[in-house]
């Protein structure tokens, strides 16, 4: 498949996908969401690719938000069908079977942010940037900011990021839990590449049912979230990779999984 503002590189079973439209410091207009809803697909089908990192071009930008010249003009309704078109695109990237990784390189502003919130694993290079300046343009967040970011920071830090526009460091961002990982800018894709290496060592489908019982439980209460792991617990069990993983613990081997 084709793409413009989106370049894709496979290897050894990771796609790396780079967001490059590097004159709007990767802003996203309504081109490149629906390339990423495309890139999904054909991710999610790819047998051959069992992570997927993504991250933007140049060493000052991961994404700069949404395209702010493109949307400017827009009226209520055509604002309301951008900001469910995006909504859609993340959901489906936040649920992909596979995992994702974001490999933040710089400023991650407004649906910048947004993006890297959809996905699993956070990865900062210690030059990036956070915030949600929607605030400062008129505008709340429409990428699924105002819902993302109060789950994976405190309520109040949420709000505090929100209210203000302003804009905090990698460093911060890793105090307060926005990101995962921090790492000096010139390793961040090594960083990135050597945690996909990692996931890929171990057994595909439990990482799978991993994703699914955190990203389905964190929206249930505990008991049903306890009772969905149960389920996807004993769903493992009908695997072989559980029969591969327990027997070569037994036998003091190496497991290989096959997925299946
Ligand atoms: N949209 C379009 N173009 C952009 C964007 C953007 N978000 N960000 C940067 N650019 C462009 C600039 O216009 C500039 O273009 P040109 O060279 O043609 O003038 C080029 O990128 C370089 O940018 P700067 O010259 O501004 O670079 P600086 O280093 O001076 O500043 C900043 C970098 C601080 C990142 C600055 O560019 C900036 O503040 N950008 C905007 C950040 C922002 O406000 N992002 C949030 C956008 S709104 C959003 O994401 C909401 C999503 C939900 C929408 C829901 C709708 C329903």
């Not at 503002?5 to 309504?30: D, F, H, Q, S």
């Not at 999904?40 to 993504?54: F, P």
Request: glycine share 10%.
């Amino acid at each position: 498949m084709s793409y413009e503002n989106l370049l894709i590189e496979k290897e050894n079973g990771t796609a790396v996908v780079t967001i490059n439209r590097p004159k709007a410091l990767n802003a996203l207009n309504e081109a490149t969401v629906r390339e990423l809803d495309k890139m999904i697909d054909e991710i999610e089908a790819d047998q051959d690719v069992a992570v997927l990192i993504i991250t933007g071009s140049g060493q000052k930008s991961f994404v700069a938000g949404a395209d702010i010249v493109e949307m400017k003009d827009k009226n209520a309704m055509e604002g309301r069908d951008w900001g469910i078109l995006a909504q859609g695109v993340f959901n489906k990237l936040e649920n992909m079977k596979k995992p994702v990784i974001a490999a933040v390189n710089g400023y991650a502003l407004g649906g910048g942010n947004e993006l890297q919130m959809a996905c699993d694993i956070r990865i900062a290079a210690d030059n990036a940037k956070f915030g949600q300046p929607e605030v400062t343009l008129g505008i709340t967040p429409g990428f699924g900011g105002t819902q993302r970011l109060p789950r994976l920071v405190s309520k109040g830090m949420a709000k505090k990021l929100l209210f203000t526009g302003a804009m905090i460091d990698a460093a911060e961002a890793y105090r307060i839990g926005l990101v995962d990982e921090l790492v000096p800018a010139d390793h961040l894709m090594a960083a990135a590449k050597k945690m996909a290496v990692k996931i890929q060592s171990v057994a595909p489908l439990a990482v799978q049912l991993c994703k699914s019982a955190v990203n389905r439980g964190i929206n249930m209460d505990l008991q049903s979230g306890i009772q969905y792991e149960d389920e996807v617990w004993g769903l493992c069990f009908s695997t072989n990779d559980q029969k591969e993983g327990m027997q070569a613990f037994v036998e003091k081997r190496k497991a290989e999984f096959s997925g299946k």
